[in-house]
């Protein structure tokens, strides 16, 4: 069964603070994905990292991709207050079932 | 262009009874997935359906079924409703490109959820 270990679970920063978020796994994934969830909404898709090592932006959003497919990060720098939601790290399968296997999520809380 | 929608958005039923679920994915595609959320357990793949005909299933019991239409459009339906099926159902649509191996690398487009609460 493929897990993935997301840190931290909650998150309550400033406005301006840099914040990291981790997605961890002993499975290899085909990709990582990032959504994002507000409220009574279902999850949004940011971003979808592929290739191992991969580096994407997005405005102040940095997403990694580890060399060895496994893990992945969510790098927000100078946080806003409109930067708080419900971070979901998502992994496809390498083979199998078309399908996605969620992290538990990062509840991000930025204070103005 | 029209985003995945769901009906209902809330549901309460009562134990025992059973519920149905309706997604309308976006316009083209031909894939729709569900996926159940809950605070304890995040969210957990349940079926997904292409061209009416369901391709993957997750560990949920029978009692969670769907179905796929001719038009993409799907439902699912939860019988004999328990206390612990309260939960956050999401549906979610992708684009397939047909030959393309892994199809979930080109990420979902998810719906607003039907909020189901059994008591």
């Known amino acids: 069964t493929q897990l993935l270990e997301q840190s931290p679970q909650f998150l309550s920063i400033q406005e301006g603070e840099n914040l990291t978020v981790y997605c961890n796994s002993s499975s290899v994934f085909s990709s990582l994905q990032w959504y994002r969830q507000e409220p009574g909404e279902g999850p949004v898709l940011l971003v979808t990292v592929v290739t191992g090592g991969e580096v994407k932006k997005l405005k102040r959003l940095t997403f990694q991709f580890g060399d060895a497919r496994k893990d992945s990060s969510l790098h927000i720098t100078a946080a806003q207050p409109g930067d708080t939601g419900l971070y979901l790290c998502?992994?496809?399968?390498?083979?199998?079932?078309?399908?996605?296997?969620f992290g538990q999520g990062t509840r991000l809380t930025i204070n103005p | 262009k029209a985003g995945v929608t769901q009906t209902p958005r809330y549901l309460i039923k009562t134990r025992g009874q059973q519920v149905t679920l309706s997604c309308s994915p976006i316009?083209?595609?031909?894939?729709v997935s569900w996926y159940q959320q809950t605070p304890g357990q995040g969210l957990q793949f349940l079926f997904e359906y292409f061209s009416e005909t369901q391709r993957n299933k997750g560990n949920f019991p029978g009692r969670f079924s769907g179905r796929q239409f001719s038009n993409s459009r799907s439902e699912m339906n939860v019988s004999t409703l328990e206390l612990g099926d309260s939960a956050l159902y999401l549906c979610?649509?992708?684009?397939?490109?047909?030959?393309?191996?892994?199809?979930?690398?080109?990420?979902?487009?998810f719906g607003s959820g039907t909020r189901l609460t059994v008591v």
């Open positions: 998502a992994g496809a399968a390498i083979q199998g079932a078309q399908k996605l296997v």
């Open positions: 316009s083209g595609h031909r894939s």
């Open positions: 979610a649509s992708s684009w397939v490109i047909t030959g393309q191996r892994i199809e979930s690398n080109y990420g979902y487009t």
